[in-house]
């Protein structure tokens, strides 16, 4: 179990916004934190500090007037810690290649896998094709329904057919390196972990997931602890001082 940071870039900013209220319509969110630091400067402290395995998320659509300084921020932020993060945001067969050439170590990937609702072999098999499974991190990250958690796509605003639970993750993991799952109701909320989605994950043990949503406090890490069995890694967004937030990311980092 480890602490892995990020980078959410929205409207060409570094910021935290709350996970369920992004909208792609007038490139609308509820804002927890809007950063003057930009995307490099993250991506150095977090090379500094010797912390890998981090998401740099892309917020926009790629027909939004705001994606091209979106993407700028991104690429440059890879550069400046090449083979340190990971990116998401838009990410197709197409584009894959450019981003690992770009400097990132795995591509996340989640609507173009799973089109209309399901998932979408051909799709996914283009993209093992072009980058290779060891270079692909699939995003499941979900929202409840119905006591279920279902797979969302398009920056979390559509509900897949797909929910996760431990059959998804095994046949998926035949096509990828690790899974990033977010807990898209608490997600920037500091409401508290999707605790029942944690002991869902935590049953499985074939690659290395990542956990986000509702961690906020060095109690909740430890509650994380048992909760995964120490087998989840974990990301911390708004409840960090580095967005804002009360928890200390020198804390984080030590633990």
Not at 140 to 149: A, V
Request: contains cysteine.
């Amino acid at each position: 179990m480890k602490f892995r940071p990020c980078i959410d870039i929205h409207n060409g900013k570094v910021k935290q916004l709350v996970g369920g209220s992004l909208r792609d319509e007038g490139n609308q969110a509820k804002e927890n934190f809007v950063s003057e630091r930009s995307a490099v400067e993250f991506a150095k402290l977090y090379q500094r500090d010797r912390l890998t395995g981090g998401h740099i998320i892309l917020l926009n659509a790629v027909d939004s007037e705001y994606f091209d300084e979106t993407k700028r921020q991104a690429i440059e932020a890879l550069n400046a810690y090449p083979g340190g993060m990971q990116i998401g945001g838009g990410i197709n067969d197409e584009n894959a290649l450019q981003w690992i050439q770009e400097g990132a170590t795995h591509v996340i990937v989640t609507s173009f896998v799973f089109k209309d609702g399901k998932i979408n072999y051909k799709n996914l098999k283009k993209l093992v094709d072009t980058v290779g499974k060891e270079h692909i991190v699939l995003d499941l990250s979900c929202r409840k329904k119905g006591g279920q958690y279902y797979v969302v796509t398009d920056r979390w605003q559509k509900f897949t057919e797909e929910t996760v639970t431990i059959e998804l993750l095994e046949k998926l993991s035949a096509y990828c390196d690790e899974f990033l799952i977010h807990g898209v109701d608490v997600e920037g909320t500091g409401s508290g972990m999707e605790e029942e989605l944690i002991k869902i994950i935590a049953g499985f043990a074939t690659i290395k997931i990542t956990y986000a949503g509702g961690i906020a406090s060095l109690q909740n890490i430890e509650k994380f602890k048992i909760l995964s069995q120490g087998k989840i890694d974990y990301t911390i967004g708004s409840a960090l001082d580095l967005f804002g937030g009360e928890l200390s990311y020198e804390e984080v980092k030590k633990m």
